[in-house]
């Protein structure tokens, strides 16, 4: 969550344009089926400017009727996903094994329009 604050001040002073981030993947894991990417979600939600930031991660105004849910058949994950968060590693993505890269991010309905490129 610094890294998105960071990169979303750096935004404002640099064309995101000429800007590449490299984002964390080392704590993506598959929850219900589904690979979720927290870092590459959180800087998305970030720049799109619909973090909920008294968390630092998911999005705003999140309910997570789902979650509850799943945990009737599943373990508990190690952090929550919302209802609106869940919607983000089943959208189509256009990469192998639902990996949501660079590639995909131009679809994600939070991406900003100055949004930089990223990379995991």
């Not at 935004?11 to 894991?29: A, C, F, M, S, W």
């Not at 999005?59 to 919302?82: H, M, T």
Request: aromatic share 10%; with cysteine; glycine share 8%.
């Amino acid at each position: 969550m610094g890294a998105a604050k960071f990169i979303r001040g750096l935004v404002r002073r640099i064309d995101p344009e000429r800007l590449t981030v490299v984002v964390n993947t080392g704590d993506d894991e598959t929850f219900y089926g589904l690979h979720v990417s927290p870092d590459i979600d959180t800087l998305t939600y970030t720049l799109a400017g619909v973090v909920n930031r008294a968390q630092g991660w998911g999005l705003d105004d999140e309910s997570f009727n789902v979650l509850r849910a799943l945990e009737r058949f599943y373990p508990k994950p190690w952090f929550a996903l919302g209802d609106r968060d869940l919607a983000t590693p089943t959208a189509p993505s256009g990469c192998a094994a639902g990996y949501r890269s660079a590639a995909s991010q131009p679809k994600s309905p939070a991406r900003s329009p100055s949004s930089p490129k990223s990379c995991p």
